[in-house]
């Protein structure tokens, strides 16, 4: 519970900063809150209430899911690192990724916004000869990551902003080298609704990505297809863009089942 109490005798308190900790702080609690419960712990008006709501979610701290309730928003997950959630996922995704590489054969990885970079906490290594090594528990930057940059398209503006303030973080294979070309990306990105990486990461490597959203302006993951330059044909992409979206429904479908005990 919220200790309220302690609110009213601090005497360097800012309100509107105390409420919004405070919502952070129910919300970390029941994971959804309506503006009526939230009016409620605070002692304010609804529409007092649905004003902080909309002000947070506008900033990706919390989201509006169905019947209008708020949940925890991206920049929460994002602040927070991966570590959160990792178990979870790959107990319930790992047979996405199984069921993408036995139709595509290729190297599969599943990865998680860390900052304004991407881990790989899970993968399947292609079955070709010549093929893509798992790059599980390595981290980069997002933007030059295919999984990476379809995540970060898909968040709201501020939250992609407020990742960079200081600028790109500088990396050897980088064809994207300022935050204008990076905006220009989020849009080529968001239109198409998948990510290419031609060698950005690393030499000698294509991949294609799509990101797995919990709700509008929350991806929790991405999805990735990995294949050696030399082998790739652009014949092949839309069949490959056709099966990564078909495992981002898959894996949608998995998270939004009751998991054990619920």
Same mark, same amino acid.
């Given at each position: =519970?919220?200790?309220?109490?302690?609110?009213?005798?601090?005497? &360097?308190?800012?309100?509107? @900063?105390?409420?919004?900790?405070?919502?952070?702080?129910?919300?970390?609690?029941?994971?959804?809150?309506?503006?009526?419960?939230?009016?409620?712990?605070?002692?304010?008006?609804?529409?007092?209430?649905?004003?902080?709501?909309?002000? =947070?979610?506008?900033?990706?701290?919390?989201?509006?899911? *169905?019947?209008?309730?708020?949940?925890?928003?991206?920049?929460?997950? @994002?602040?927070?690192?991966? *570590?959160?959630?990792?178990?979870?996922?790959?107990?319930? %995704?790992?047979?996405?990724?199984?069921? %993408?590489? #036995?139709? @595509?054969? *290729?190297?599969?990885? %599943?990865?998680?916004?860390?900052?304004?970079?991407?881990?790989?906490?899970?993968?399947? *290594?292609?079955?070709?000869?010549?093929?893509?090594?798992?790059?599980?528990?390595?981290? =980069?930057?997002?933007?030059? =990551?295919?999984?990476?940059?379809?995540?970060?398209?898909?968040?709201?503006?501020?939250?992609?902003?407020?990742?960079?303030?200081?600028?790109?973080?500088?990396?050897?294979?980088?064809?994207?080298?300022?935050?204008?070309?990076?905006?220009?990306?989020?849009?080529?990105?968001?239109?198409?609704? &998948?990510?290419?990486?031609?060698?950005?990461?690393?030499?000698?490597?294509? #991949?294609?990505?799509?990101?797995?959203?919990?709700?509008?302006?929350?991806?929790?993951?991405?999805?990735? @297809?990995?294949?050696?330059?030399?082998?790739?044909?652009?014949?092949? #992409?839309?069949?490959?863009?056709?099966?990564?979206?078909?495992?981002?429904?898959?894996?949608?479908?998995?998270?939004?089942?009751?998991?054990?005990?619920?």
């Amino acid at each position: =519970m919220i200790q309220k109490d302690l609110r009213k005798t601090d005497p &360097y308190r800012i309100d509107a @900063v105390d409420r919004a900790l405070v919502l952070l702080s129910l919300l970390s609690e029941r994971s959804q809150l309506s503006v009526t419960d939230a009016a409620r712990e605070l002692g304010v008006a609804p529409s007092t209430a649905h004003r902080l709501l909309t002000t =947070m979610a506008g900033r990706g701290y919390v989201r509006q899911g *169905e019947h209008r309730l708020y949940h925890p928003g991206p920049a929460l997950f @994002v602040a927070g690192g991966v *570590e959160r959630s990792v178990p979870r996922l790959t107990a319930r %995704l790992h047979h996405v990724l199984e069921s %993408l590489h #036995a139709e @595509v054969g *290729e190297t599969i990885h %599943l990865q998680m916004l860390a900052g304004a970079d991407a881990q790989f906490v899970d993968g399947i *290594e292609g079955s070709q000869g010549l093929r893509v090594g798992l790059r599980s528990g390595q981290r =980069m930057p997002a933007y030059v =990551m295919a999984g990476g940059k379809a995540m970060l398209a898909a968040l709201p503006d501020a939250v992609i902003a407020s990742l960079h303030t200081g600028g790109l973080r500088p990396w050897d294979f980088a064809r994207i080298t300022t935050l204008q070309e990076l905006w220009a990306e989020i849009g080529e990105i968001r239109e198409r609704g &998948y990510a290419v990486n031609r060698g950005e990461s690393e030499v000698g490597v294509v #991949a294609l990505g799509v990101a797995v959203l919990m709700g509008p302006g929350d991806p929790i993951a991405s999805i990735t @297809v990995a294949i050696p330059s030399p082998r790739f044909e652009e014949s092949r #992409a839309p069949m490959l863009i056709g099966q990564l979206r078909k495992a981002r429904d898959l894996a949608v479908r998995a998270l939004q089942e009751p998991g054990p005990g619920q």
